[in-house]
């Protein structure tokens, strides 16, 4: 009896052991495959989370001195360019850097400009324009509810920012609004939807700048480049946007390369993406002079939008 | 604030849309559009398996959460019906790219509820293999299409018929709590986080427990194997009365323990008795697995591993174990159909219900009845668990297999067939074949073993053989008593006096050692089955004590005792076949 059991106990250890270890290898194994994508997602909100704490939604107004600072000992090519942009540019609004910058960055500017100008014109214009959007997106086969509350959302806010009715908000009221995740998410989200709807619909016009962005067709960047929240916007969102609220952008490209249109010295290139006049629009000719000089100026510099205001 | 309004007015939308125009295949039997919907963050659906598909007139529930921050954030959507597929796990979780956020997903908030479950009808229409969240399903989707075709269909019999809508319900509550335990499974050596994980290796453990128990009867005997079978009964009962008993304490209190854990964690600390206990458990699920062939596709995985585990420890080395393991691996890449299927879920469901009576089984068995064990368990399985065709015998060949490397791939394949297809008529018909087979596989398993393991370890592997063979020929018994039906009952008695007298026979011609002991101990065993059927049926705390004295008297009143039981039990049969029909 003695002596049996000791080699037995050894085996029992043996067993036990290798029989345990093997599981919790697989186990880890099979928890570490979820990790990794888990990973991704924590990072990814860590990143956010960091990127919350330093930058609201949409930020204060700050002078481009600021920006100077910033690259206070970085690239002499950017600094000479925003001294440049110093010469017309007269300060800055950051946005955070979530991936919805651009988005964002347009919401604010956008209406902003509305609180400043009290354009009822141009807000009727709109309206007219997120009327057709709508249909744009019933046409492409969205089911209604998954789009309208986004809609009214943003109406909402355009209503609000003209001045005279009960539910009109005061520029700080707006910056607030901006800043509110439950708001801005949705406005955002709105714009991700006209722009998505107008690149679909537009789809052969779209197709070769989509192809040489991403190399997917047209369906699949929109699932994946424009609808998800977070996806970062490149010329086709912005084109698409701008077309589809007929609301012209002007970016300025503040990044290091050396543009030397003149051989005086650096300048700082821009783009207006200018709407692309609709024959279907009757109130093109009106927009004509607006839809000229760009009243949205942003700042692009790479991977990121914020806000530009002129002097 | 303002958000939680707009969702609710976005919910209300997408319920409204989802029970007027709901999404092919999907209906929601507890919506209903008058409803306020209290509670909107969660909605029960359910999903009809596509016609054509191996998921086809299954029933599945699903069940979605909606998020604070819906439709920013995508629902949260898992199955509650266990179903075997290769994105879909045991939790119900569901790996599909629209139900999570970029980069690692696809969700975008212009998705909705609908297209959700859309989404999920064509995934079980068309898995995706190639990005499995299952390993073993998604590698047979891939390469043995028969093999999961064959699970996937037994898996939505079991669990996703309509119909039996309580019990399929009660299933998922349970399986729900142990995910990832088919997933494991799947992945070799079953580990699973949960329940399943620690009973599988307890499972190990308790083997080992048994292999001390064994040794230490043969050490007394001098020879291992053979000693056992030599034994004399009264020996074997002191031996194993005191066990019992000690067992049967024990497991009073983890009963009285919460139920669903008894089994994982009180067995785990309290050592060698708990172990044990562990052991029937795992011996439990075996049957259960075995019972379920045709029912259950997941069965076989984790019965693999348990199986393998326990058995391992009675190889002698720890070579032999690794073997196993190989062996093991190997089955399952080799993948036929045979006896991969336990679903963990279901042995966990029936530990859970009946851990009492697992549990007495197991210990009642214990200790140096070995046979008994095997035979007894296939009963106190029989007569507990859901389903109601049982494969007594089956559980024994599939040990042969276990351990056996070899030629045990050739007898498995061979016996398969048998397994899969069990007709209620033709059961019996069957049963007998396999017993015999068990016992001619018996002759071939010993020469096998004899040659190579001549020494000390020979003995242990053998003494399962052996075992399983008188197993076979008990359970075989035990089967014809359970078959109830009228028919049946003749024809099963006939066969059951056959077998007592004719299956001794070749046993004979193989072991002549072992023919007086042999028959003994299937009187015996025989007589203790029914008397644990007796006490089980009373009560069971009683019960060892009632084994272990009839055991020790030989009792006369066998004869009557198996007749009524024998009656009772096919009228339990019956009552249960019908309840399932």
Request: aromatic share 6%.
């Given at each position: ?311 | ?71 920013f954030q995508p629902p949260i959507v898992t199955f509650a019906t266990p179903i075997y597929h290769p994105n879909i796990d045991t939790g119900g979780r569901i790996c599909l ?164 854990e008894c089994n994982l964690n009180c067995v785990r600390p309290h050592g060698i008795r708990r172990k044990l206990s562990l052991d029937t458990s795992g011996q439990f699920k ?296």
């Amino acid at each position: 009896m003695q002596n049996q059991e000791g080699p037995v106990a050894d085996g029992e250890k043996e067993s036990t052991g290798s029989l345990q270890t093997l599981p919790l290898n697989e186990f880890e194994l099979g928890h570490w495959e979820n990790f990794v994508d888990d990973d991704i997602m924590q990072q990814q909100s860590t990143i956010q989370a960091e990127e919350a704490k330093k930058v609201p939604f949409v930020g204060d107004k700050e002078p481009l001195s600021m920006l100077a600072a910033e690259y206070e000992f970085g690239s002499p090519i950017l600094l000479e360019k925003i001294r440049v942009l110093g010469d017309q540019y007269a300060a800055i609004r950051r946005t955070r850097g979530d991936g919805n910058c651009f988005f964002r960055s347009f919401m604010f500017s956008y209406l902003e400009h509305i609180v400043e100008s009290q354009d009822r014109a141009e807000v009727d214009r709109i309206k007219r324009n997120v009327e057709e959007c709508r249909k744009t997106l019933q046409s492409l086969g969205y089911v209604d509810f998954t789009f309208e509350d986004f809609f009214a959302l943003f109406l909402e806010q355009l209503e609000s920012v003209l001045q005279g009715s009960e539910t009109s908000i005061s520029h700080d009221e707006l910056i607030l609004r901006s800043r509110d995740q439950s708001v801005s998410d949705y406005v955002v989200m709105f714009f991700r939807f006209v722009t998505s709807g107008e690149i679909r619909k537009r789809a052969e016009f779209f197709e070769p700048f989509v192809l040489g962005l991403t190399n997917t067709s047209v369906e699949q960047f929109c699932k994946s480049s424009v609808e998800p929240m977070g996806e970062e916007s490149d010329h086709v969102h912005i084109t698409a946007l701008s077309d589809a609220l007929g609301v012209p952008i002007r970016v300025v490209y503040l990044d290091r390369s050396t543009c030397d249109s003149s051989n005086s010295g650096v300048s700082v290139n821009h783009h207006d993406f200018t709407p692309t006049i609709s024959v279907t629009n009757p109130d093109a000719k009106s927009c004509d002079t607006k839809a000229l000089k760009p009243f949205i100026t942003l700042l692009y510099r790479p991977g990121h939008y914020d806000i530009l205001y002129p002097k | 604030m303002a958000q939680a309004a707009r969702l609710n007015l976005r919910m209300q939308k997408e319920l409204k849309l989802l029970l007027t125009d709901p999404p092919p295949g999907a209906s929601f039997p507890f919506l209903s559009p008058d409803s306020d919907l209290p509670s909107l963050s969660s909605i029960d659906a359910q999903i009809e398996g596509a016609e054509g598909t191996v998921y086809a007139k299954g029933i599945f529930k699903i069940k979605i959460q909606i998020p604070d921050r819906y439709p920013f954030q995508p629902p949260i959507v898992t199955f509650a019906t266990p179903i075997y597929h290769p994105n879909i796990d045991t939790g119900g979780r569901i790996c599909l790219d629209i139900l999570n956020l970029p980069p690692k997903g696809a969700w975008q908030p212009s998705l909705n509820i609908s297209t959700v479950l859309t989404s999920i009808g064509l995934l079980l229409s068309e898995p995706n293999p190639d990005d499995g969240l299952m390993c073993e399903a998604s590698r047979e989707y891939k390469y043995n299409r028969q093999a999961f075709d064959h699970k996937a269909r037994a898996m939505t019999e079991k669990y996703a018929k309509a119909g039996d809508g309580g019990s399929s319900s009660s299933q998922c509550i349970q399986t729900m709590p142990n995910p990832s335990m088919v997933e494991v499974q799947g992945v070799d050596m079953g580990s699973k986080q949960d329940t399943t994980g620690s009973a599988s290796s307890d499972g190990k453990q308790s083997g080992i427990s048994h292999k001390l128990s064994f040794k230490s009867l043969s050490s007394t005997k001098g020879k291992e194997g053979d000693s056992k079978e030599n034994e004399m009964p009264g020996h074997r009962i002191s031996s194993s009365e005191l066990e019992n008993q000690m067992e049967i304490k024990g497991k009073r209190k983890e009963e009285n323990s919460a139920l669903n854990e008894c089994n994982l964690n009180c067995v785990r600390p309290h050592g060698i008795r708990r172990k044990l206990s562990l052991d029937t458990s795992g011996q439990f699920k075996k049957n259960e697995d075995d019972n379920k062939e045709n029912v259950d596709p997941n069965c076989c995985q984790s019965l693999y591993h348990s199986q393998n585990n326990f058995i391992s420890p009675f190889g002698t080395s720890e070579q032999q174990v690794s073997n196993n393991h190989e062996q093991l691996r190997q089955h399952q890449d080799d993948k036929s159909t045979r006896y991969t299927r336990s679903t963990g879920s279901k042995p966990c469901q029936i530990t859970h219900k009946k851990p009492l009576r697992s549990f007495d089984s197991c210990q009642i068995s214990d200790g140096s009845k070995k046979k008994l064990l095997e035979t007894t368990k296939p009963f106190s399985s029989k007569s507990y668990s859901l389903t109601a065709d049982d494969v007594s015998p089956i559980p024994l060949p599939v040990r042969h297999g276990e351990v056996q490397p070899s030629e045990d791939f050739s007898d498995r394949t061979g016996n398969t067939p048998a397994h899969t297809k069990i007709d209620k008529h033709t059961l019996l018909g069957k049963k007998l074949s396999l017993g015999f087979k068990g016992s001619s596989q018996k002759q071939d398993n010993n020469k096998e073993n004899v040659v190579p393991v001549n020494q000390l370890p020979l003995s242990k592997p053998h003494s399962p053989f052996r075992k399983s063979g008188l197993g076979c020929k008990l359970s075989l018994r035990t089967l014809s008593q359970l078959q109830g039906s009228k028919e049946d009952h003749r024809q099963s008695e006939n066969f059951f006096t056959n077998a007592s007298e004719s299956l001794p026979v070749p046993q004979d011609s193989r072991y002549d050692w072992e023919q007086q002991p042999n028959q003994d101990e299937s009187m015996k065993t025989e007589r203790e089955i029914i008397q644990e059927h007796g006490a089980e049926e009373t009560e069971g705390p009683p019960l060892s004590e009632t084994i272990i004295v009839l055991d020790s008297e030989d009792s006369e009143e066998e004869g009557q005792v198996s007749s009524r039981q024998r009656l009772s039990l096919a009228r339990k049969r019956i009552g249960k076949t019908i309840a399932k029909a």
